[in-house]
């Protein structure tokens, strides 16, 4: 059985920066998709970012675009999600996701993490 678990959130002042990582067990995701979604309070879940497999494209929200960067490190099964420049309204809990496909501008994953929450003050 797949699992990914997310680490690396926590609390930041606007501006700061936080480094989250998502480490897959239970199978490799080398030759699937990759990426991040958060959910805002109150807020329906949006996607942040995917990255195809192995040296693929990646693609962001607009809301993100030049200041967060995924990356993956296959040999660790492992993806990260570097937020830079951070803002308030980043704030909410945030969600790995593997398998599936992208198209169009849209995500949809096959497995998810549980979470890890991001909070950002103003």
């Known amino acids: 059985q797949a699992q990914l678990v997310e680490s690396g959130g926590g609390l930041v002042q606007a501006g700061g920066s936080l480094r989250l990582s998502c480490a897959a067990s239970?199978?490799?995701?080398?030759?699937?998709?990759m990426g991040w979604f958060r959910q805002a309070p109150g807020k329906e879940r949006e996607f942040v970012a995917v990255k195809g497999k192995s040296a693929g494209r990646a693609y962001y929200a607009d809301s993100v675009k030049g200041r967060f960067t995924i990356s993956r490190d296959d040999a660790k099964n492992t993806m990260y999600l570097q937020m830079n420049s951070l803002k308030p309204e980043d704030t909410g809990v945030y969600y790995c996701?593997?398998?599936?496909?992208?198209?169009?501008?849209?995500?949809?994953?096959?497995?998810w993490g549980q979470g890890t929450q991001v909070t950002v003050s103003s």
């Open positions: 239970g199978r490799t995701f080398s030759s699937d998709a």
């Open positions: 996701a593997a398998g599936g496909y992208y198209s169009g501008g849209t995500y949809s994953a096959n497995y």
